[in-house]
């Protein structure tokens, strides 16, 4: 994790919230305000390991992101729920990791932890996710980045929900089961989130805006598995209550799904543009 970050916003009770997170860590934070932080961008010297920029401030905050970028510093953008718009921005211009608002410590160190052009993260901007509540609004938020952006959105929330239950926490398709006959999934779910063991555990939404598609991809920190049994609608499986998300997300948004790393990673591309161009 970077050890001095720069805190760009004009909100400083909201930095001085950050900043109490980071401090035990020995975290260095300078908070700055956006035009402060311009101000030290034009003059070259950035003595800065990594930016944190809140996209709720008043004004310029969201134009200093491509600047940081040539700079070789990492951003991580922190976005309203509903701001289309600034994450849409911040993925142009390259930012490493993003957050939606409200969050907390666990989230923020989740962010930081994101090396830009690493191997496990591949380029792109990656949301850290863990709840329920983490993949409802999160695949809402960056569905709408697509056409037929209902429909990405449930095949997202069926991917994300997979790398939370049966990735992160290890739920069993069984397991599973047992607990929707008797309509304790999600109690157990909530149970199993509030493990000291996976407090810190989350996944990773990457998305990649290209002029003609969006690619997603999710990573989660589990033990893999073989998805090959659920591409598609299995009639045998018709009675269960569950297992039919992959098929269903390959059927509403990405027919073209690919799994690596032994099932903990999924990659999922939308076109943006079906029209072919005419030579002129």
């Known amino acids: 994790m970077a050890c001095r970050i720069w805190l760009v916003g004009d909100d400083p009770q909201f930095a001085e919230l950050l900043e109490g997170w980071l401090a035990p860590a020995g975290i260095s934070c300078t908070r700055l305000g956006t035009v402060e932080a311009g101000v030290r961008l ?62 907390d410590e666990r989230a923020l160190r989740a962010a930081l932890a994101l090396q830009p052009g690493g191997a ?69 779910v909530e149970h199993l989130l509030n493990l000291p063991e996976n407090l810190e555990r989350f996944a990773y939404l990457r998305v990649e805006c290209r002029p003609r598609e969006v690619r997603f991809l999710i990573r989660d920190q589990g033990d893999g598995f073989d998805p090959s049994p659920y591409l598609n609608l299995n009639p045998a499986r018709s009675v269960e209550p569950h297992g039919r998300g992959i098929a269903i997300a390959r059927m509403l948004a990405f027919p073209d799904l690919v799994f690596l790393d032994g099932g903990r990673c999924v990659e999922g591309v939308v076109r943006r543009h079906v029209s072919m161009e005419v030579a002129a």
């Open 42 to 103: 034009a003059s070259g010297s950035l003595p800065v390991d990594r930016v944190i920029v809140d996209a709720c401030s008043r004004g310029g905050s969201l134009d200093l992101l491509t600047p940081f970028k040539e700079a070789g510093v990492p951003v991580t953008l922190l976005v309203e729920a509903e701001d289309l718009l600034a994450v849409e921005t911040g993925l142009h211009a390259g930012v490493s990791g993003l957050l939606v608002k409200p969050f």
């Open 120 to 188: 496990s993260v591949p380029a792109g901007g990656c949301f850290p996710f863990r709840t329920l509540e983490d993949v409802t609004g999160l695949s809402q938020l960056v569905a709408g980045l697509c056409p037929e952006s209902e429909m990405v959105q449930i095949a997202l929330s069926e991917l994300m929900l997979n790398a939370v239950e049966h990735g992160n926490l290890g739920l069993g398709f069984v397991r599973k089961g047992e607990l929707m006959s008797c309509g304790a999934w999600r109690n157990e």
